[in-house]
């Protein structure tokens, strides 16, 4: 598993803000270190060099200083569906 980052802030709606370390595809699963799932990144947002992620919870939120960890498998847009036609 690889980290994330580490959990800044916990909006008033539950929403993790997470500064990450490594850039994470929208939608990807996020556990913490015991690999149990916490929710799913939602948006990513900032600067470039520092950016940040929201992390819409399954369950509860995470503390803030929780490490965050995202699986390392990333297609980088192979296997999405283009061209819709049904």
């Known amino acids: 598993m690889e980290v994330?980052?580490?959990?800044?802030?916990?909006?008033?709606d539950g929403r993790?803000?997470?500064?990450?370390?490594?850039?994470p595809d929208i939608g990807t699963a996020v556990f913490d270190n015991?690999?149990?799932?916490?929710?799913?990144?939602g948006r990513v947002f900032g600067p470039v060099d520092e950016p940040?992620?929201?992390?819409?919870?399954?369950?509860?939120p995470a503390r803030i200083g929780t490490q965050i960890y995202l699986r390392g498998n990333k297609?980088?847009?192979?296997?999405?569906?283009?061209?819709?036609r049904d």
Not at 34 to 41: A, H, K, P
Not at 52 to 60: F, I, K, L, M, Q
Not at 77 to 82: D, I, L, N, P, S
């Open 16 to 23: 993790m803000i997470v500064r990450c370390n490594n850039l």
């Open 75 to 84: 297609q980088n847009a192979k296997g999405k569906r283009r061209n819709r």
């Open 4 to 12: 994330l980052g580490i959990v800044e802030e916990v909006t008033c």
């Open 52 to 60: 940040y992620a929201s992390v819409t919870p399954e369950g509860g």
């Open 34 to 41: 015991n690999q149990n799932r916490l929710g799913t990144v």
